[in-house]
């Protein structure tokens, strides 16, 4: 694994950056492998992103009809609700973009856990292996050290053997029941970029980027990619603890 960090004073040009680098490693996926398979992420901080990528700007350097789109995690509510990962996303991105709707992957967050599991799994072996490798995960990461929904605590056992798990916690009054991504597939990803900004986030920054290890603590300690790049795009007050270096 190599991890960067990259430190910006706003939000803003952290997006851009972010952005620049989505854009790029779409256009090298198509050019390699003629498929750009990316997993997205809710919460607030990602929305600057998607707002810029639905610029024509960026839009119209993206390969749309070769992006195929999934979750990193999404919580058990329906597609038209508020809290619902995936309407965050049509709205900020997918509604102003030609990305053909048979690739966009979301999951059911309208079923029942397991149901909901058992879909998505299935659709993750929709691209052509049971362990998709994909191009770039998207991931945030809450002032508890969650990432995806992996919150702290032990990591169920099904998670050795599943690539998606339904998981329940509760985290600044979002909704509860959730699915996720497991570690064993986010790090099978060749690129991973986590987006944090904000004060609060700063210890649980340190705790990623300086240590000790305590996954059980600090979940975002579990994403250590097998030969992937991760790449950090955090604002100042979140970086406040870190040392580079
Ligand atoms: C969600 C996410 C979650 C999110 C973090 C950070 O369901 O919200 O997928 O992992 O990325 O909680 O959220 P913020 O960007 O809102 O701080």
């Not at 397991?114 to 998709?132: F, H, I, N, R, S």
Request: charged share 15%; glycine share 6%; aromatic share 10%.
């Amino acid at each position: 694994m190599s991890r960067q960090l990259h430190i910006f004073p706003a939000v803003e040009p952290l997006s851009q950056a972010a952005a620049d680098q989505f854009v790029q490693i779409g256009q090298t996926a198509v050019a390699q492998r003629q498929r750009f398979l990316v997993a997205l992420s809710g919460g607030g901080t990602p929305k600057a992103l998607y707002n810029l990528l639905a610029t024509p700007a960026y839009a119209r350097q993206l390969p749309w009809a070769q992006t195929f789109i999934f979750w990193g995690d999404e919580r058990l509510v329906p597609p038209d609700d508020a809290e619902s990962s995936y309407g965050m996303t049509a709205q900020h991105l997918l509604a102003h973009v030609p990305i053909p709707p048979q690739n966009l992957y979301r999951a059911l967050g309208e079923a029942d856990a397991p149901t909901a599991v058992a879909d998505y799994q299935a659709k993750l072996a929709q691209m052509g292996e049971p362990w998709p490798q994909f191009d770039l995960i998207l991931l945030g990461m809450g002032h508890d050290g969650h990432t995806a929904s992996l919150f702290p605590g032990p990591l169920p056992h099904e998670a050795e053997t599943n690539s998606v798990i339904a998981v329940t916690a509760n985290y600044d009054g979002r909704p509860a029941q959730r699915i996720t991504f497991t570690p064993r597939l986010i790090n099978r990803a060749r690129h991973i970029f986590f987006l944090v900004t904000g004060a609060a986030k700063a210890p649980a920054l340190k705790a990623a980027w300086h240590g000790p290890t305590n996954p059980e603590q600090w979940p975002v300690q579990r994403i250590q990619p097998e030969a992937g790049q991760v790449s950090w795009f955090v604002d100042q007050a979140a970086a406040a603890e870190i040392s580079e270096g």
